[in-house]
């Protein structure tokens, strides 16, 4: 629960590595943080820093304006409830009512056994799907009262089949060295090569 | 500013308005008389039209439109209404939203008076809020550092803070943090807003949201008398210097387009608190019983009156003129007074006593000819687009605060490439082009390969610690650049190795003016970075061996001066170093010290005892009885800061005055009517009665000053720059050599800080605790060779002393360098560094 | 009913029902990278040239014409950088998800054909951080494509021809979906809107350089638009909206669904009532008013279902396609709440940046909850009214803003047309002795 491990930090510097400004990085890497933490602590959050040349000021400046980015613990699962327009007309309320009392925790918290945080969120876009939420950012939807009863009872026997929160993506990009094209750096570049060619050379080589 | 070149059409409010191509529509309303309220607008940082308060109406030709005028350049027939009914409707709306949240707590708010917010809701503001919902709530002020406490309730998120400490400060350690409306300012938790700007985020709130300790519930603005002038640093920053009840309360930087911009270091702002302090001499003291004779015997200082002072002092004087002759009477210090103090000082030393060994510089600055022989600089030339600026210097952020903000800015903003030519980091390299970081005492190595081009020649690819490469590429970027102004910061990048060095650095540099000034190009040009307020003053005013008054050595000059004075000195004198010498060997029989403290402050901490020890009667004047003074036989309660008139002359030579706003404390007087008054003692009398007499004869007898009249001076903007000089730089020749380091050794770099053990800093209480001890820094390759862990404990031996110090790991240091603090309490660098010597090896042991 | 059916002229969702359609065998096996080869036959400028003749309008929200907009990249500025817009949280928007999940290589293949024609050295695939799914497919496809040869070094093979695609996930803030809080957040940054001018990323973007950002769905137009032409791509839908556009279509319809529809040909009556799209409204139900094109769009009303899904007609009406989100009400719904809702997600998702949408949407937004709960006052209606006026004056559309970007005045959308149209709704919440009083005193203008 600290700074980056040695697994995360080789994927950290992995990702640094695409972009042409390191900065760029950084939600990708908090992402990172919260996977290996389930939250984002300060201590990574200063180790983020050094890596990508910041102040931690800055970084808990881009940190906290983003809201899937926690920076206190929550449950192993985030349930997100869309309350969202489309959602709202076909009973948001009611799902998020049902879920209050069912968990016992008010929109933004955390059931006893650490299991839970129940959010009430934004558009998540499954609109035709309403109303809907997603566990640790994943589907459910066209959720009914008793959908929402049989999602506790299989995230609390951890039947679910959702990832503890943190982790997104189950697949990561990977560039290959031989593959990998070069980032495109600010300064010094020159016209790309392609955009000096005529149909009839490309013809002619193709 | 240079004119523009073309002027843009405008229209504002029915009016035409010539503006400058690319300029804000605010800005050239305000130079027009039409003030457009803002709040997050700053004319010194770039705009982000955040507050909205400033939108008005423009038209471009496609009708009027709401824009905000803070991002908004002038074009050519553009027509602006501030006061159209859509207009005044926007700015009523935005006003009402920024006081939605905004506590009603004006009554106990330190901005309350002078606040812009509520200036404008006294303007314009509606008369009852139409807002019934429960405002935001924060803890109410969070302290941002020691020094700046922040009310997140007040703050309206201008982002003024925060642009300051990332664009102007570069210490991007208050950021907003969370979103929308519960979007707030902030540090990162336990790591504090450590800069040594943050003063300047206070004074730029345009609410009371940022407040600072030391002036917190002190005063309400309209209780402060406040009055225009300068602070006496080496930049000659720009204040206003703000009182109440005969007490200086606050600093406030002036927008001064020569120098500081409005800003002012921490350091500077909150000294006025030493000011205050009951430490101040108030009256004079003597040794002994005030009638009696002198008194060896270690008995108290005891107060006096100024004609038992003075008639200590002068009796002291004229027996050693006329037992010793005139020689036997040195002068060290004056580096802080006016312009009239060292002149008056100047005038009784050289002109009255009759000695040259005068010297303002504790031998740890650079000789005179350095600074009055070599083409001078300003600040804007410096940092004038597209320009080169070198940087032979000091740490300019440790040790000239605003003029590391200038330099900053130029090199960030307008196109300034930075070449560094120190023995390690400074605040700045992050932004240089080049940095020529080279092993301690060979810069001039390295600057004779950038002026020569001749960067083969090196054997192993190394100049002077530098790789070859790196010295070509940046010769071959100031050929570049060649058009533009290239401009040497100069001063002395270490105490640890002799100033010959840097002498020598900057004649192979001055070598560059006959290369860079063919066809017309500006050339090259110096700018001096020395320490101690008004140390150029002092040079201009001849307190240095072998110097009179105006820029004139004593040879040049001495005729202009004895028709003036009545005669000068017939040979020339020693310098610090050899003063303290002569004293330490029983040959100095009054040793008048001015605002100096040999014994805190001078480099070789033996020799300054040894003096001390073996002065005859020393007289002091200062307004702390500092360490030396406490040795004085006489003291002189002077008069500081505010506490008198008289004017000060800046690195780039620019004379701007100092007003007097405060009575001094007691009986305490301006150095230059204690100097006078001595003076008289000896039968001599200046006729002087007020600064402005001083400045007069100034004005009339140093040749560099003649015909820079006060009224001149004062009617001017940034004031006048001296330009003239009959100084020729003389570097010593051959230059010294450089000694081999050996493989087992590091060799030192000493360099101050910006809150060291000095005296206002340590009479500053909110000051004091910022200074810390010294720590021994390294090269993190370096650790393995020399055997200890970063963060240990290790035992520092020098030629010259041995020391326990933590050592830590710092990137800016380069390999076989070892960095050590200078004048730090407690663990200093003085305690290491062989006066003997022309370069300091360390070597590093395990405890 | 003269819609078509939904089989017919599926440009970007035909690989919907394709169980692999997201996988590269899948992709190429459907006619996959066609798009990209017959590019990379062709000069740059005619690749250009053919999305400019396909008159392709933005699929993000504005509707500016993409051909035009890759046109103010300012010449001999380089690099230049591709962003793709995958931030999709406009609330009723649900298409380019679905376009990522399941047709992950189309965006690839359009993203490559963008840079082939633009001379953009580096993409960036900003996908909205909520998307799990949306960013292991991106991932797959991408991984898939790069060991195929179709991105990275050398494409198919060409020698002049790199281009490294840069995934990229964001963390949750509505307002990254505008382009330029779209490259401060891609910097690192906060995702705060910047100032205009300049207008365009594409003049000054990404790292202060020339950027095109393009939305999933726009790009996922470009493998068709080059295999098939601009011109086939023109002759398709309204002649100022040309080709197909996706609508998803919630709230209180029979069938809420995601369709893919000829562009400007079709009506808001067809895509809404047709059996074959989203059925009509739910059974003994009648229309109260719907948002046409996402929460930011004024609200729209029985007599303009027979507006075409066509841009110019639409703004003429008052309002906007904007990201294809049609949100249906029916006699059921509560307008305040549904008002207070749309303006809930304005206020939580303002990013702070400037006054009048950080103060004004949030004010908005507490005011309409007092009025939820019974506490509303007579003078409250009038002065929702005058806060919207202050960060959109003259409340009007399209909309004028006090503040840098749109997303405080589209706050002001659903109350200027819940109020205008449902004003005894909200005065029913009002305390019955408030309801009497006049509405005349404190609302001062």
Redesign the interface.
Same mark, same amino acid.
């Given at each position: 629960m600290a700074r980056l491990n040695p697994g995360s930090l080789a994927i950290a510097q992995e990702i640094i590595s695409?972009? &042409?400004?390191a900065?760029? /990085?950084?939600?990708?890497l908090?992402?990172l943080a919260q996977e290996q933490d389930g939250h984002v602590t300060?201590e990574a *959050?200063?180790h983020i820093a050094e890596l990508?040349g910041?102040?931690? $000021?800055?970084? *808990?400046?881009?940190c906290?304006?983003?809201? *899937?980015?926690k920076r206190e613990p929550v449950g192993e699962y985030m349930v @997100?409830i869309c309350?969202?327009?489309?959602c709202?007309?076909?009973g948001s309320s009611e799902l998020i009512h049902h879920a209050e009392a069912t968990l016992g925790v008010r929109p933004g918290g955390t059931t006893d056994d650490g299991k839970i945080t129940l959010e009430a969120v934004?558009?998540? /876009?499954?609109?035709?799907? /309403?109303p809907c939420l997603?566990v @640790?950012?994943?589907?459910r939807n066209r959720v009914s009262t008793a959908d929402f009863d049989q999602l506790v009872d299989d995230l609390r026997a951890g039947t679910a089949g959702v990832a503890p929160h943190g982790k997104? $993506?189950?697949?990561?990009?990977?560039?290959?060295d031989?593959? %990998?094209?070069?980032?495109?750096? &600010?300064d010094g570049?020159?016209? &790309?090569?392609?955009? /000096? %060619? @005529?149909?009839t050379d490309?013809?002619s080589?193709? | 500013m240079s004119e523009p070149e073309t002027v843009v059409n405008i229209t504002v409010n029915g009016r035409p308005v010539q503006a400058a191509p690319g300029e804000w529509v605010i800005a050239a309303a305000e130079r027009a008389g039409v003030y457009i309220p803002h709040f997050c607008y700053h004319p010194r940082m770039k705009s982000v039209g955040m507050c909205r308060m400033c939108i008005v109406d423009i038209d471009t030709g496609r009708g009027p439109a709401l824009q905000p005028s803070c991002m908004v350049a002038v074009s050519e027939g553009m027509v602006v209404d501030t006061a159209s009914e859509q207009t005044r409707k926007a700015q009523d709306g935005v006003l009402e939203f920024l006081l939605l949240n905004h506590p009603l707590d004006c009554p106990v708010c330190d901005k309350g008076g002078e606040c812009p917010l509520q200036d404008q809701t006294m303007a314009y503001g509606p008369g009852e809020s139409r807002f019934v919902e429960e405002k935001r709530h924060y803890e109410k002020p969070i302290p941002v550092n020691s020094l700046v406490y922040l009310d997140r309730e007040r703050c309206i998120l201008c982002d003024r803070c925060t642009r300051f400490a990332d664009e102007v400060a570069g210490d991007p350690l208050i950021t907003f943090q969370d979103r929308g409306d519960q979007t707030q300012v902030n540090t990162f938790p336990d790591l504090p807003f450590s800069s040594y700007f943050s003063g300047n985020t206070v004074q730029i709130c345009p609410v009371g949201a940022l407040t600072a300790v030391p002036y917190r519930f002190k005063a309400r603005p309209w209780d402060l008398a406040e009055v225009e002038s300068t602070y006496p640093n080496p930049m000659g920053d720009r204040v206003v210097v703000q009182a109440s009840r005969d007490q200086v309360l606050r600093y406030q930087g002036v927008d001064s387009d020569a120098v500081n911009w409005g800003w002012l270091t921490d350091k500077d702002r909150f000294a006025f608190e030493a000011a205050a302090s009951d430490l101040r001499l108030a009256a004079p003291l003597v040794r002994g019983t005030p009638l009696g004779q002198p008194d060896h015997s270690g008995r108290e200082l005891v107060e006096a009156t100024w004609g038992q002072a003075l008639g200590r002092a002068a009796d002291a004087i004229q027996s050693a003129v006329a037992d010793k002759g005139p020689q036997s009477v040195a002068v060290l210090g004056g580096a802080r007074l006016t312009n009239e103090d060292q002149y008056a000082w100047a005038r009784l030393a050289k002109g009255v006593i009759g000695t040259d060994h005068v010297d303002a510089q504790l031998d740890d600055g650079l000789p005179a000819d350095a600074v009055l022989g070599l083409p001078r600089a300003t600040v804007n030339r410096a940092c004038s687009p597209g320009g080169t600026v070198i940087l032979l210097a000091p740490d300019p952020k440790e040790e000239q605060g605003t003029l590391y903000l200038r330099l900053r800015h130029a090199v960030a903003n307008d196109g300034v490439q930075l070449i560094e030519l120190t023995p390690r980091a400074t605040g700045l390299s992050r932004l240089a082009s080049f940095r020529l970081h080279h092993r301690p005492g060979e810069a001039a190595a390295v600057a004779a390969a950038l002026v020569g081009g001749d960067t083969e020649a090196a054997a192993d690819g190394d100049i002077g610690g530098v790789p070859a490469a790196a010295v070509a590429a940046a010769a071959a970027a100031i050929a570049d650049r060649a058009d533009q102004p290239v401009t040497v910061v100069l001063g002395r990048p270490s105490l640890a190795e002799s100033a010959d060095f840097t002498v020598a650095a900057a004649d192979e540099l001055a070598r560059f003016a006959n290369l860079l000034s063919a066809g017309g190009r500006p050339g090259i040009a110096f700018l001096p970075v020395l320490h101690r307020g008004n140390v150029m003053g002092a040079l201009d005013m001849g307190l240095a061996p072998g110097l009179l008054p105006g820029r004139i050595s004593l040879a040049d000059g001495g005729p202009v001066l004895a028709e003036a004075w009545g005669s000068v000195p017939t040979a020339s004198g020693a310098g610090a170093r050899g003063i303290l010498q002569a004293a330490a060997e029983g040959r100095v029989e009054v040793l008048i010290l001015l605002g100096a403290d040999p014994l805190g402050d001078f480099p070789d901490q033996k020799l300054a005892a040894e003096a001390l020890d073996g002065a005859g009667t020393i007289v002091a004047s200062d307004l702390f009885l500092n360490p030396s003074a406490l040795r004085a036989h006489v003291v002189f309660p002077a008069a500081g800061f505010a506490e008198r008139q008289g004017t000060h002359t800046n690195l780039e030579g620019r004379i701007t005055s100092q007003r007097q706003v405060v009575t001094p404390p007691g009986t305490a007087r301006a150095d230059w009517a204690i100097a006078a008054g001595l003076a008289g003692r000896l039968g001599a009398d200046f006729g002087f009665g007020a600064a402005e007499d001083v400045w007069d004869e100034i004005s009339r007898v140093a040749p560099s000053h003649r015909g820079l009249v006060l009224e001149a001076i004062d009617a001017a903007d940034d004031g006048v720059v001296a330009t003239d000089s009959s100084i020729s730089f003389a570097p010593p020749r051959p230059a010294t050599p450089v000694p081999p380091v050996d493989a087992y050794s590091l060799r030192l770099v000493a360099a101050r800080r910006m809150y060291d053990r000095g005296t206002l800093v340590q009479h500053a209480p909110s000051l004091a605790g910022l200074a810390s001890p010294a720590v021994l820094a390294l090269n993190p390759y370096d650790f393995d060779r020399v055997g200890v862990e970063p963060g240990a404990d290790v035992r520092v031996i020098s030629s010259a002393g041995e020391m326990d110090t933590p050592v830590v790991a710092d990137p800016g240091v380069p390999r076989g360098t070892a960095a050590f603090g200078y004048n730090h309490p407690d663990r200093d660098a003085r305690d290491l560094v062989d006066p003997e010597a022309v370069v300091t090896d360390l070597r590093v042991q395990t405890r | 009913m003269n819609a078509p059916a939904p089989s017919d002229l599926r440009i970007i969702t035909s690989r919907f029902d394709t169980d692999d359609g997201h996988t590269l065998a899948g992709y190429e096996r459907t006619g996959g990278y066609g798009g990209l080869r017959r590019a990379l036959a062709m000069a740059p400028a005619d690749v250009h040239g053919e999305v400019r003749a396909a008159s392709l309008l933005g699929r993000g929200g504005a509707g500016f014409p993409a051909g035009v907009k890759w046109g103010f990249c300012p010449p001999e500025v380089w690099p230049r950088y591709l962003v793709v817009n995958g931030d999709e949280s406009e609330p009723g928007t649900y298409k380019d998800r679905l376009l990522m999940e399941r047709d992950p290589h189309q965006l690839l293949e359009g993203c490559l054909i963008a840079c082939y024609a633009l001379g953009l050295s580096q993409c960036f695939l900003y996908v909205r951080g909520e998307m799990a799914h949306a960013q292991e497919r991106l991932a797959a496809a991408l991984n898939e494509a790069y060991d195929a040869g179709y991105v990275g070094a050398n494409v198919l093979g060409a020698e002049d021809f790199s281009v490294d695609i840069t995934l990229h996930w964001g963390a949750g803030a509505y307002i990254v979906g505008e382009e330029t809080a779209l490259i401060e957040s891609l910097e690192g940054n906060r995702g705060m809107p910047r100032l205009k001018p300049p207008y365009f990323p594409a003049s000054i973007g990404l790292y202060g350089k020339p950027t095109i950002v393009n939305n999933v769905e726009t790009l996922s137009n470009l493998p068709w638009i080059v295999a098939n032409g601009g011109a086939a791509f023109a002759a398709m839908g309204a002649e100022s909206s040309t080709g197909t556009r996706v609508f998803a279509v919630s709230g209180h319809v029979a069938a809420p669904g995601v369709f893919e529809v000829p562009f400007g040909t079709t009506t808001f009556r067809d895509i809404i009532f047709d059996p074959r799209y989203a059925g009509g409204m739910r059974p003994g139900r009648t229309l109260k008013t719907f948002i046409p094109g996402g929460a930011s769009a004024p609200w729209f009303f029985e007599e303009q279902l027979d507006l075409p899904l066509e841009k110019a007609a639409v703004d003429k009406a008052g309002s906007m396609l904007g990201s294809g989100a049609i949100v249906v009400m029916d006699d059921t719904t509560d307008v305040v709440e549904a008002c207070h809702n749309v303006v809930r997600f304005f206020a939580r998702e303002s990013c702070g940046k400037c006054t009048p949408c950080r103060e004004g949407t949030s004010w908005l937004e507490k005011i309409l909850s007092r009025i939820l709960a019974g506490q509303g006052r007579p003078q409250d209606l009038d002065l929702l009214m005058d806060v919207c006026d202050n960060i959109s004056p003259g409340v009007s559309w399209p909309p004028r803003q006090t503040t840098i970007c749109p997303l405080g005045p589209s706050a002001v959308s659903p109350i200027a047309s819940a109020l205008e149209r449902f004003r005894a709704d909200f005065e029913a919440y009002l305390p019955a002795t408030a309801v009497s009083v006049t509405t005349a005193s404190g609302a001062a203008p």
């Open positions: 695409r972009y &042409p400004v900065r760029s /990085a950084l939600i990708p908090l992402h300060e *959050m200063a990508v910041v102040t931690p $000021a800055e970084v *808990m400046g881009t906290s304006f983003y809201e *899937m980015l @997100n309350n969202g327009i489309s709202h007309l076909l934004e558009c998540i /876009a499954a609109c035709t799907e /309403a997603q @640790n950012y994943r589907y997104l $993506a189950k697949v990561r990009q990977h560039i290959g031989e593959r %990998r094209a070069g980032v495109a750096v &600010p570049q020159a016209q &790309p090569a392609w955009l /000096a %060619r @005529n149909p490309a013809e080589g193709s | - | -």
